[in-house]
Nanobody, 117 residues
Framework: QVQVVESGGGLVQTGGSLRLSCTAS????????MAWHRQAPGKQRELVASITSGGITNYVDSVKGRFTISRDDAKNTVYLQMNSLKPEDTAVYYC???????????WGQGTQVTVSS
């Protein structure tokens, strides 16, 4: 079955950096789009960044210029490099696999990112 597993969250000070990783298994990784969502306490989940199978990226305005999404198809892994972190980036970050040939999406369990002021 398809599994999506995130890692790399943690506690960081304002202005610091973290890199999240997400590895998928049980599916041909390279043909599928990938995305990172986040959910802060008391807020709705939001799309942070996405990357197509062809490498086209998209970001929510609040992270443009600070976050970078990338993928390594040889490792079945997508990354989210987060720089210049702010307290408002504190959230649980979820990796999502968006299969090309199905409307079903596959979510990881989430990883906590906490930015202290």
């Amino acid at each position: 079955q398809v599994q999506v597993v995130e890692s790399g969250g943690g506690l960081v000070q304002t202005g610091g950096s973290l890199r999240l990783s997400c590895t998928a298994s049980g599916i041909i990784f390279s043909i599928n789009d990938m995305a990172w969502h986040r959910q802060a306490p008391g807020k709705q989940r939001e799309l942070v960044a996405s990357i197509t199978s062809g490498g086209i990226t998209n970001y929510v305005d609040s992270v443009k210029g600070r976050f970078t999404i990338s993928r390594d198809d040889a490792k079945n892994t997508v990354y989210l490099q987060m720089n210049s972190l702010k307290p408002e980036d504190t959230a649980v970050y979820y990796c999502v696999l968006l299969p090309r040939f199905s409307s079903r999406t596959f979510w990881g369990q989430g990883t906590q990112v906490t930015v202290s002021s």
